[in-house]
């Protein structure tokens, strides 16, 4: 007999992956379109242009399986700068919630979880490199603050 907690992951799961294919079916589409606008518009400039002989790009995504939120460095830049105009030092969380602003992101806890793991990994490279540093712990023990060295 199955367990009630296995089946309900696996249903938790099942409706994920289903989702992303949905996500990823109607993204090639729009791709695709624009892909074919963009042909067409070649095809204005040159009309000798064999568009077969054209290669593609690879395009990476990041290990979670999302496409990344910044583009090489970015993520530096505005760690940095929210560090340099911050008067005290700032949480993940501060960092991440200025970044959906100042990005016009729709606010998610996936596009929030998602940003502040990225910005994790910032810091502590940048720790490395000796830019920043852990200023300590926020109010519940648990948070690093970090500050601009």
């Not at 009630?4 to 799961?13: I, Q, T, Y």
């Not at 996500?23 to 095809?43: M, N, P, Q």
């Not at 054209?54 to 970015?74: H, I, M, P, Q, Y």
């Amino acid at each position: 007999m199955a367990e009630p907690h296995v089946v309900s992951a696996l249903v938790a799961k099942h409706a994920e992956l289903a989702g992303l294919i949905q996500f990823h079916r109607t993204e090639i589409e729009r791709v695709s379109s624009d892909l074919k606008h963009l042909d067409a518009t070649l095809k204005l400039f040159d009309p000798a242009i064999d568009l077969r002989s054209l290669g593609a790009k690879r395009v990476t995504s990041s290990r979670s399986g999302g496409f990344k939120r910044f583009e090489n460095k970015e993520s530096h830049i505005w760690v940095l700068d929210a560090l340099r105009e911050a008067a005290q030092p700032l949480t993940t969380v501060m960092m991440a919630e200025q970044i959906i602003v100042g990005k016009g992101l729709e606010d998610t806890r996936e596009l929030r979880a998602s940003i502040q793991r990225t910005l994790t990994g910032t810091l502590r490279r940048l720790e490395k490199r000796g830019l920043v540093e852990d200023a300590g712990r926020a109010n519940n023990g648990l948070t690093v603050l970090w500050r601009i060295v």
